[in-house]
C-alpha cells in the first residue's frame, strides 16, 4: 500500500510559487489578450456576455473566455434602513463600470448574483411576494444549497448575501472594478477567488498546463500542452453551452414570475469549488479510461484528441446510460450530464426563438484555478499558501432545482431511477477525483435590478 | 556518495590547479579539457543478477545506479521483492521508505521486470469489485535513449508500478520494464530524470554459458 498520496503529496508543492502570485503568470505567459468582435452590447441579462471569439479545434466551435476570472463574495454591511442609498451607490458604482469599460471579455464583465441570505434578511416581504416560482420543483427558483452524494462530508455550504463575478481579459480592469467595489463600504467581503482559462488553440503551451507547472502541482507535467482544462479536454465547446437567452428564467417556460416581470431576463447561479486530483487523474487512468470517463463508456476517439464533439445528435438519453452501464458497469460524466441537461425536443420560446432538441441549457462560467480554495477568505483555513488544481465552477441555469437535477445526474440519479454508486466511485464519471469544498446558490437579477433587488419596493 | 566523489574530484583538481596557477604545466591544462573517460559501469552484485539471468534464461538488466540508499542487489535490505513468475518473468523491486511526515518521510520505489519471450504487453487485471483487463503498461508519452537503449516512456501502470513512471523496452526477443514511483520526496520531472540516469547505468548480464 502506498503511503503517498494526496494529503501528503500537498506538501511536496509547499516550496513552488504560492497560488496568488502565480496568476501574474498569466499575463506574462500570454501575449496580450486574444483578438476579439470589436461590436459588443450591453444586454438586458447580467451573465450573458457579448463579443466572445469561436475559434476551431478538431473541427468544433469553440467559445474562448476571458482570461481573467474573479469572484468576490460578501455579506453586506447595511441594514433596512441604509438600503435605498445603498442600492443608489452600488448601482451608480456598476452604472460607472459599463461607462468606462465595454461589457465583453475585452472590456469588463460584471455578474452581481444575490444570495438567498440577502432576500431573507432584508427583503423578506418582497421577496416571499416576488421571487420567481419553480413550476416543476413547486418552490422558489433559488433555495439553499444541498451536498450530493458524492459531496464530502465536509462540503461547506456558504451563507453569502452577494457573490460578484468579474470577467476580462485584461486583469488591471478586474483590479479597477474591484477597488470600486471596495470602496463603496457596502460589503464585508468574504473570500476572493481566482483563476484563469485559455486552450492552446492558437498554438503552444495552454494557460493551465503552463501554471500547473509553474506552480509545481502534482500531475502538471503530465497534462496535455494545449489543453483548456488541467483535466485534458475542452469544455467551451459551442454545441455544449446553453445558446442564447436559453438559461433565463422565462425562456423555457419552467418560471412563474407570479404576475410580475421583475425577474424576467434574471438566472440562476451555482457557484462552488472543487479540487482536481491531477496526479490520479494521469497516473491511474489511461486515455480510453479518461475519455470513458469525462464522456461515455464506449466512446472510440483518436489518441491524444481533447476536443470530443458534444453537439445535439451525440447527446446521451437515460435509456443510453443505462445501456452503457450494463455494459460497462461505468457512466460517463458528459453522458449521464445530458439526460437532464439537454433540450428532450425542439422548443418554439416566447420570444419565438427554436431551441432545437439536444440543446444545451445550463451556461458555464467555470475557470481553471490554483487557489486552495481560495485567494483570500476571512477565514483563515480558506486561504492556504500551496497551489492544488482546481475549478470554481460557475453555471447559470433557469433554476436551482434545474442545476439540482443535472448535478444528481453526475452522480447516476437519472430521470426514471439511480444507477447505484457507492460515493466517490472510480466508474462514476469524474466523482473519484473531484471533491467538492464550498457550495452555493444566487439569483442572478436582470442588469436593470442589479443593484440590491427588490430594494425599492 | 558516489555523487558526491563525483562532484569533489574537478573540485580538487582545479584547487591543485589554483595552488599551482603559475606552474600549472600544459599537460595538466589538457587533463582539465579533455573529456572524462566513461567510467566502466559496475553491477553491485553481479552474482545475484547472474543467478536470477541463469535462472531464467535470459539476459537480464542490474542498475549499477539507484538513488541513495538503494543498491541494486538482490537480497540486501532494500530489495523488497525477488520474484520469478512460471513463465520465468521477474520483479526486483527496491524500495526505501521513510514515514515521517515534511521533510524527513518519503518513499523511493524502483522495480525491474523482464518477460523472456514476450514483447507483447501483458494483461493486468484492475481489481476491486469491477475489475477488468487493461494493459499493464499504457498512456505512452514519448521516448528515451540512453547509452543506445530506447525506451517507450509509459504513465499509467498496473499492479507494482501503480504510481510509476516507466521505461519499457524490447531486446533479444524479451520485453523489459524499469520504473520509479512518482511520490515525495520526488516529482514527476525528478522521476523522469532519475529514470534516465537509471536507464544509462544498467548493466547487461547474460546467462552463463553452461545453462
Known amino acids: ?457 | 556518495m558516489a555523487a558526491m566523489k563525483a562532484l569533489l574530484a574537478p573540485a580538487l583538481l582545479l584547487c591543485v590547479c589554483g595552488l599551482l596557477a603559475a606552474g600549472c604545466s600544459d599537460q595538466a591544462k589538457k587533463a582539465v579539457a579533455a573529456p572524462p573517460a566513461a567510467k566502466a559501469l559496475v553491477c553491485p552484485d553481479r552474482p545475484s543478477w547472474q543467478h536470477l539471468a541463469d535462472r531464467i534464461s535470459a539476459p537480464v538488466y542490474c542498475p549499477a545506479w539507484l538513488p541513495d540508499p538503494l543498491i541494486g542487489a538482490i537480497g540486501n535490505r532494500w530489495n523488497n521483492i525477488n520474484s520469478v513468475s512460471p513463465d520465468r518473468s521477474y520483479l526486483e523491486s527496491f524500495v526505501w521508505q521513510e514515514t515521517g511526515g515534511g521533510a524527513a518521510g518519503g518513499e523511493l520505489h524502483v522495480n525491474l521486470r523482464g518477460y523472456p519471450g514476450r514483447t507483447k504487453i501483458p494483461t493486468c487485471r484492475t481489481g476491486g469489485s469491477e475489475s477488468r483487463n487493461v494493459p499493464c503498461f499504457a498512456d505512452a508519452n514519448g521516448s528515451v535513449t540512453e547509452r543506445g537503449l530506447t525506451a517507450t516512456l509509459y504513465t499509467v501502470n498496473q499492479d507494482a508500478d501503480e504510481w510509476h513512471a516507466l521505461l519499457l523496452w524490447r531486446r533479444y526477443g524479451n520485453l523489459y520494464t524499469l520504473s520509479e514511483h512518482i511520490a515525495p520526496p520526488l516529482t514527476y520531472n525528478h522521476v523522469i530524470r532519475y529514470l534516465h540516469q537509471e536507464l544509462r547505468s544498467l548493466v547487461l548480464v547474460r546467462p552463463s554459458a553452461a545453462t
Request: aromatic share 8%; no cysteine.
Open chain 1, 1 to 457: 500500500m502506498k503511503f503517498t498520496r494526496r494529503q501528503v503529496l500537498a506538501g511536496a508543492a509547499a516550496s513552488a510559487v504560492g497560488a496568488t502570485g502565480i496568476y501574474e503568470l498569466v499575463d506574462q505567459l500570454t501575449s496580450g489578450s486574444p483578438k476579439r468582435p470589436a461590436d459588443t452590447v450591453a444586454l438586458p441579462e447580467q451573465h450573458l456576455l457579448d463579443g466572445v471569439r469561436i475559434v476551431e479545434s478538431n473541427h468544433i466551435e469553440v467559445l474562448v473566455p476571458p482570461l481573467h476570472h474573479e469572484i468576490h463574495t460578501a455579506k453586506l454591511a447595511v441594514d433596512r434602513a441604509d438600503l435605498s442609498d445603498a442600492q443608489s451607490e452600488l448601482a451608480r458604482t456598476l452604472d460607472g463600470l459599463d461607462r468606462d469599460y465595454v461589457p465583453s471579455p475585452a472590456g469588463l464583465g460584471v455578474t452581481v448574483a444575490w444570495g438567498l441570505p440577502y432576500f431573507r434578511r432584508l427583503v423578506p416581504a418582497a421577496a416571499r411576494r416576488y421571487l420567481p416560482h419553480d413550476r416543476r420543483a413547486n418552490k422558489p427558483v433559488i433555495f439553499d444549497a444541498q451536498r450530493f452524494p458524492s459531496d464530502p462530508a465536509g462540503t461547506r455550504l456558504e451563507a453569502n448575501d452577494v457573490a460578484i463575478l468579474l470577467r476580462s481579459d485584461t486583469h488591471a480592469h478586474i483590479d479597477d472594478a474591484a477597488k470600486r467595489l471596495h470602496d463603496t463600504k457596502l460589503f464585508d467581503f468574504t473570500s476572493i477567488r481566482r483563476g484563469f482559462a485559455g486552450g492552446g488553440f492558437d498554438g503552444g503551451q495552454s494557460l493551465p498546463k503552463r501554471l500547473a507547472v509553474a506552480a509545481g502541482v502534482p500531475g502538471g507535467e503530465l497534462i496535455p500542452d494545449a489543453s483548456e482544462l488541467f483535466l485534458g479536454f475542452t469544455s467551451t465547446q459551442r454545441a455544449g453551452m446553453g445558446p442564447g437567452r436559453i438559461a433565463n428564467h422565462e425562456t423555457l417556460g419552467y418560471v412563474d414570475f407570479r404576475g410580475s416581470d421583475y425577474f424576467r431576463e434574471g438566472t440562476h447561479m451555482h457557484l462552488s469549488h472543487i479540487e482536481e486530483d491531477l496526479e490520479t487523474w494521469y497516473l491511474n487512468f489511461d486515455f480510453d479510461e479518461r475519455v470513458a470517463t469525462a464522456f461515455r463508456p464506449n466512446l472510440i476517439v483518436a489518441p491524444e484528441t481533447q476536443t470530443v464533439r458534444q453537439g445535439p445528435r451525440d447527446v446521451s438519453d437515460s435509456a443510453a446510460v443505462r445501456r452503457d452501464y450494463e455494459s460497462s458497469r461505468r457512466i460517463g460524466h458528459s453522458a449521464s450530464i445530458q439526460t437532464t441537461s439537454r433540450l428532450e425536443r425542439d422548443f418554439v420560446a416566447t420570444d419565438g426563438t427554436v431551441y432545437a432538441k439536444g440543446s444545451a441549457i445550463p451556461i458555464r462560467a467555470d475557470f481553471n484555478t490554483l487557489d486552495n480554495p481560495f485567494s483570500w477568505s476571512v477565514r483563515a483555513d480558506e486561504m492556504s499558501p500551496t497551489p492544488v488544481a482546481g475549478v470554481h465552477f460557475v453555471v447559470f441555469n433557469p433554476t436551482g432545482d434545474d442545476f439540482r437535477r443535472n448535478r444528481l445526474a453526475m452522480d447516476g440519479v437519472l430521470p426514471g431511477g439511480k444507477i447505484p454508486f457507492a460515493p466517490g466511485d472510480r466508474n462514476q464519471g469524474f466523482n473519484s477525483i473531484l471533491q467538492t469544498t464550498h457550495r452555493q446558490n444566487f439569483l442572478v437579477p436582470p442588469r436593470r435590478h442589479r443593484s440590491f433587488p427588490l430594494a425599492e419596493l
